[in-house]
């Protein structure tokens, strides 16, 4: 059966450094993956997609990698800052053309530490 | 934009007991996504729409769940009778196809707190 795996072990860094956060999948082959961001008490926020096509996507602090080949998806943050203090999950999507369902990981919760 | 509505914020109520959670998805969002977040099974789909239409309902834990959209503007998740299990954070979540090609990316709304006593 289908199944993604994040670090389900919080991740405890230093304000400045980078995080980088994993998520791994088995039996599926996803046209897109995305990651998104969720504060407690709130639902999650998309923050960015990348395509099966695509090896590397960027938007200011963020970086995220998709290397379909080992089936894992790399989710870095640059300069890391408390606010960036959240849980972070990854969903995978269907092949193209798909009528939108996503799977989600557990996620795994991020502590910037000043 | 006012984004995805949900409503209640926070349900509790006695088991046995009807409950019935609202969601009004983003303007011009075609598809809709009911979810049940909880510590230990996450984040599960529980049932979703195109176009007014369900599509997949396999996340439907029992038949004490169900589900409809009469508009592209209006959901509801009912659940009767309620159980304590049935204790979670349910949300909606909304999409819509960009440039004729979904993406799939979802825009979440905040939540409803569901306690079962």
């Known amino acids: 059966s289908q199944k993604i795996e994040q670090n389900s072990e919080a991740l405890n860094i230093q304000e400045g450094k980078t995080a980088t956060l994993t998520c791994n999948y088995t039996n599926y082959s996803p046209a897109y993956l995305q990651w998104y961001r969720q504060d407690p008490g709130r639902g999650p926020v998309f923050l960015l997609l990348i395509r099966e096509n695509e090896k590397e996507k960027r938007k200011e602090r963020l970086k995220v990698t998709f290397d379909t080949t080992l089936k894992q998806s790399l989710f870095h943050i640059t300069a890391s800052q408390p606010a960036d203090s959240a849980t972070y999950l990854c969903a995978l999507s269907g092949r193209s053309g798909n009528t939108g369902k996503l799977i989600f990981g557990q996620g795994t919760t991020l502590q910037v530490k000043p | 934009d006012a984004g995805v509505i949900q409503s209640p914020r926070h349900e509790v109520t006695e088991m046995g007991q009807e409950v019935t959670l609202r969601c009004k998805p983003i303007?011009?969002?075609?598809?809709l996504f009911w979810y049940r977040q909880t510590m230990m099974r996450g984040l599960e789909l529980l049932i979703y729409?195109?176009?007014?239409?369900?599509?997949?309902d396999s996340g439907m834990p029992e038949d004490r769940f169900s589900a409809k959209m009469p508009n592209a503007s209006f959901s509801t998740l009912k659940i009767q009778p309620s159980e304590p299990r049935d204790s979670a954070v349910y949300f909606c979540?909304?999409?819509?196809?960009?440039?004729?090609?979904?993406?799939?990316?979802?825009?979440f709304g905040p939540g409803t707190r569901l306690t079962v006593l």
């Open positions: 303007s011009g969002h075609n598809s």
């Open positions: 729409f195109n176009n007014n239409v369900p599509i997949d």
């Open positions: 979540a909304s999409s819509r196809p960009e440039g004729g090609v979904s993406t799939d990316t979802q825009y």
